[in-house]
T-cell receptor, first 115, second 113 residues
Framework: GAVVSQHPSRVICKSGTSVKIECRSL??????MFWYRQFPKQSLMLMAT?????????EQGVEKDKFLINHASLTLSTLTVTSAHPEDSSFYIC???????????FGDGTRLSIL | AQSVTQPDIHITVSEGASLELRCNYS??????LFWYVQSPGQGLQLLLK??????LVQGIKGFEAEFKRSQSSFNLRKPSVHWSDAAEYFC???????????FGTGTRLQVFP
């Protein structure tokens, strides 16, 4: 089945650091990738939708300058949390689809901890 | 606006017992419906999906779900639960032609031996 790889799986860093998370579709070309944030014991909150070669579309309330998304190729999207602070600590998950109206395939998530 | 409701936050069953996880949705047209499972600290795995056609959908790991338009429901079932099924289960509806998913709040399944 479709495989999505997310890296790193865990990051611990100091406040003020910028952190980059990669999301790769390994065996298909992803027309669209999605970035989610998940708080403990809660559901997934969509942050943004990313299409290759175009600017990401952010959900209401998500700071685009804080969460930079780059979708440089059909197999790679990156999320950069700029100047991260403790309140940015969370579980970030990406997903990808290969065509419209197809199921999203999820990465294994990245646990971000800001000290 | 589209929405998904999973009424049960936490369900506990004995291993070997049958399981039904409830999901109700609100959507104006024929929905695309999904069930995902999440183990602790991991991403989501697709269990099954409904796009059209047969309203009883078979998925992986012995799960099935039935789309009932009259009840706006898409409940997940398994005849005999295994200890390895303990996880968080999310129902989701596809939001029109944007390919976005709207997730329910999840149901945590605990399985006792």
């Amino acid at each position: 089945g479709a495989v999505v790889s997310q890296h790193p799986s865990r990051v611990i860093c100091k406040s003020g650091t910028s952190v980059k998370i990669e999301c790769r579709s390994l065996d298909f070309q992803a027309t669209t990738m999605f970035w989610y944030r998940q708080f403990p014991k809660q559901s997934l909150m969509l942050m943004a939708t990313s299409n290759e070669g175009s600017k990401a579309t952010y959900e209401q309330g998500v700071e685009k300058d804080k969460f930079l998304i780059n979708h440089a190729s059909l197999t790679l999207s990156t999320l950069t949390v700029t100047s991260a602070h403790p309140e940015d600590s969370s579980f970030y998950i990406c997903s990808a689809i290969w065509a419209g109206n197809q199921p999203q395939h999820f990465g294994d998530g990245t646990r971000l901890s800001i000290l | 606006a589209q929405s998904v409701t999973q009424p049960d936050i936490h369900i506990t069953v004995s291993e070997g017992a049958s399981l039904e996880l409830r999901c109700n949705y609100s959507y104006g047209a024929t929905p695309y419906l999904f069930w995902y499972v999440q183990s602790p600290g991991q991403g989501l795995q697709l269990l099954l999906k409904y796009f059209s056609g047969d309203t009883l959908v078979q998925g992986i790991k012995g799960f099935e779900a039935e789309f009932k338009r009259s009840q706006s429901s898409f409940n997940l079932r398994k005849p005999s639960v295994h200890w390895s099924d303990a996880a968080e289960y999310f129902c989701a509806v596809g939001a029109g032609n944007t390919d976005k998913l709207i997730f329910g709040t999840g149901t945590r399944l605990q399985v006792f031996p």
